[in-house]
């Protein structure tokens, strides 16, 4: 069995316990994948029958290599490959509409093309998709098994649960309601969703067989032991996935009078404010020369922009699914690949979840990152939700190594605007104690003050 | 009076009891969805068949209008 330097036997991931025919493990870093010998016949079929090469020429699959190493369970391995590396794992939760359906359509491209090689997907968790070079890719090469005609798809209700019905129910009623998946690991239940989809969701065929009726069959057959010897021929299970694909391109949603959508047209900047303040984050981003950055509270991407332009692997936070969306979308059509914008409330970023909460990461289990862009965000974690301005330095430290960061003092009308709805309490909001808070954990490298304003931008590294 | 869902519903049920006879092989008790499947399958099944042969005859006819129209140019 492998060991790291430490001694301990390569553990499997977190997310990795469940399927029998392989795990992911980590060594000296390193990402890999012990394939086990029940799995034997079905990876070579995979590679023997063209499905892979196929699947890796569409950008369909995460590519891998096979590698000479000890396996980190040599009893019932077959081989070990490694994946290429993905730079951030992201969840669906973390992620936009657009996101998710892009996702769930790439499962359903897959399905259709593993068919015509004789395979079929055996699950269709959106935790197997992962955006790498800003589209969705699959990254669990051990989720293809060997199809007999006359098999029903397997993976056909955790479709429904992963994909159908979160996008049903944030193109219905609310985007937001994506963050049903935080609490549902396995996808959100039909008869929830279908209690909470208004009545015209009924009206669309698609989605009154596939959530309503779908729901309606799951309670009606719940507590008894039915009998078939039914068959699914191969033209009804091609059937039953252009059924599921008209369902997912029939739902739309588009951002509006969402919270941030018009920020960049409502800041404190002039032209030349905001120009000096680019020139001031570029210059920040050439004195680190990072590998990643963060962006919180990026809006749509603009400052994010100037750092994954440089090539660097940027991810675009913002707590705004129509941020997120607008951002999304012009990533993928100007196939920004450094780029990735995500859903993320600050002051409840997403925990680690699941199976002994090690199944999905936290954010900070994710990190660190080498440098983070805070601008325009310090008001809102100090103000609208009282984080002391020492903790709010912690947690930024614990997370990375270089942080750009914009200090917006009181006079402010963006803070005189959080101000008018509160009591002024923070007292400690000045920019003496910020500095003197942040240089506990960090050493303030620059302090300049952004032209046409009363704001001052910083790069600190960690102490 | 019956509802067009409860309708739909009711119709529903006793197709899903048609398909599940007798002396077949046991299903997992939570199985709703596995029988659901089924039966959209057998719904939609026929209807893709049409589709996929709509498409073929149409792309056909596209080709065939597109050749025309070229040669006619030429």
């Known amino acids: ?463 | 009076m019956q509802t067009p869902l409860a309708f739909m519903l009711s119709s529903l049920n006793s197709t899903l009891s048609a398909i599940l006879k007798s002396g077949d092989a046991y299903l997992d008790p939570g199985s709703g969805s596995f029988i659901l499947q089924l039966l959209i399958a057998s719904l939609v099944g026929a209807a893709f068949i049409i589709k996929t042969y709509w498409r073929r005859i149409n792309t056909f006819f596209r080709q065939r209008f597109n050749k025309d129209q070229n040669e006619e140019e030429e």
Not at chain 1, 111 to 137: C, V, W
Not at chain 1, 304 to 317: K, M, P, Q
Not at chain 1, 416 to 429: K, M
């Open chain 1, 1 to 463: 069995m492998i060991k790291e330097e430490n001694g301990l036997p390569s553990q499997p991931d977190g997310a990795s316990f469940r399927d029998p025919c392989g795990y992911i493990f980590s060594f000296e870093g390193v990402l890999y994948r012990q394939i086990n010998k029940r799995y034997k016949s079905q990876y070579e079929f995979l590679i023997e029958s063209g499905l892979y090469d196929a699947l890796i020429k569409k950008g369909y699959l995460i590519p891998h290599k096979e590698v000479d190493i000890t396996p980190s369970d040599p009893t019932i391995a077959y081989k070990v490959i490694q994946p290429d590396p993905i730079f951030f794992i992201s969840y669906p939760y973390e992620w936009c509409f657009s996101q998710l359906k892009d996702a769930a359509l790439l499962t359903l491209e897959i399905q259709k093309l593993a068919l015509e090689f004789g395979m079929t997907l055996k699950d269709s968790s959106a935790y197997n998709i992962q955006f790498h070079h800003a589209r969705p890719i699959l990254i669990d090469t051990l989720s293809f098994d060997n199809y007999h005609e006359g098999e029903p798809w397997i993976a056909y209700r955790q479709f429904c649960q992963h994909f159908l019905a979160p996008l049903a129910l944030m193109a219905y009623r609310d985007v937001r309601l994506n963050q049903l998946l935080r609490v549902y690991i396995d996808g959100i239940p039909l008869d929830l969703a279908s209690k909470q989809l208004p009545f015209r969701s009924r009206l669309r065929f698609p989605l009154l067989l596939h959530i309503h009726i779908h729901a309606a069959s799951q309670k009606r057959y719940a507590s008894q032991q039915v009998k078939t010897s039914r068959k699914m021929s191969k033209n009804e299970l091609l059937g039953l996935i252009d059924s599921l694909e008209s369902a997912v391109k029939g739902l739309k949603w588009s951002p509006h009078d969402t919270e941030w959508a018009e920020y960049y047209d409502d800041h404190n900047y002039s032209p030349e404010g905001l120009k000096h303040k680019s020139q001031l984050v570029s210059d920040f981003l050439d004195t680190v020369n990072p590998v990643s950055v963060w962006d919180l509270g990026a809006n749509t991407g603009y400052f994010s922009r100037l750092s994954s332009a440089r090539g660097t692997a940027t991810i675009s936070f913002d707590v705004d699914f129509g941020a997120v969306e607008q951002n999304y979308l012009s990533c993928r059509s100007q196939h920004e690949e450094t780029l990735l914008p995500l859903y993320l409330d600050l002051t409840n970023p997403s925990p680690g979840i699941g199976w002994r909460n090690h199944e999905r990461m936290s954010l900070i289990e994710r990190g660190p990152t080498d440098a983070i862009l805070a601008l325009a965000l310090i008001h809102h974690l100090a103000i609208s939700n009282n984080v002391p301005l020492n903790n709010v330095a912690t947690f930024l430290r614990e997370i990375c190594s270089w942080l750009v960061i914009e200090f917006i003092p009181k006079t402010d009308s963006q803070v005189q605007r959080l101000l008018a709805s509160r009591e002024d309490i923070f007292s400690n909001y000045t920019i003496e104690h910020f500095e003197n808070d942040f240089s506990r954990v960090f050493k303030i490298h620059r302090k300049e003050k952004i032209t046409e304003s009363e704001r001052f931008l910083y790069l600190m590294e960690g102490l």
